[in-house]
């Protein structure tokens, strides 16, 4: 979560995150538009996002759920639910926090892609965990 806030602050923001993206593109590609630079640079950002609160709901669930492998899986999901919530919770208040840093701004997309990142990390995990109980 200390990772999240400290991304959160002007350091990680979009205008110091493009001084390195762009040039690396650049790099790569020497004829990229930068139109196409700036797709690429929100396709990573809010695909930072994505997993960031993918591995934080994960590691939260994982912290609420019971050490015994035959819990009921009623249990489970409920846990799962906390965990969810938990880590949309956090994603507001980060955004929240954001509203207070001059170089960046507090959105409610990125709250949604926080919840859907969270709720990716949960189906991951779960179905990670049914193949391996499978072996």
Do not use: N
């Amino acid at each position: 979560m200390s990772l999240i806030f400290f991304a959160s602050t002007d350091v990680l923001s979009g205008e110091r995150t493009s001084r390195f993206i762009g040039p690396f593109l650049r790099w790569l590609k020497p004829d990229i538009s930068e139109h196409r630079i700036r797709q690429v640079q929100l396709i990573v950002r809010k695909g930072g996002h994505l997993t960031e609160y993918a591995i934080l709901c994960a590691l939260l669930w994982r912290a609420l759920r019971e050490p015994e492998p035959d819990v009921p899986s009623r249990r489970e999901w409920s846990r799962a639910t906390v965990a969810w919530s938990l880590a949309t919770i956090y994603a507001i208040t980060d955004e929240y926090h954001q509203s207070f840093v001059s170089s960046r701004y507090a959105s409610g997309w990125d709250v949604m892609i926080d919840a859907m990142g969270a709720a990716i990390g949960l189906v991951l995990l779960w179905g990670w965990r049914r193949r391996r109980q499978k072996c």
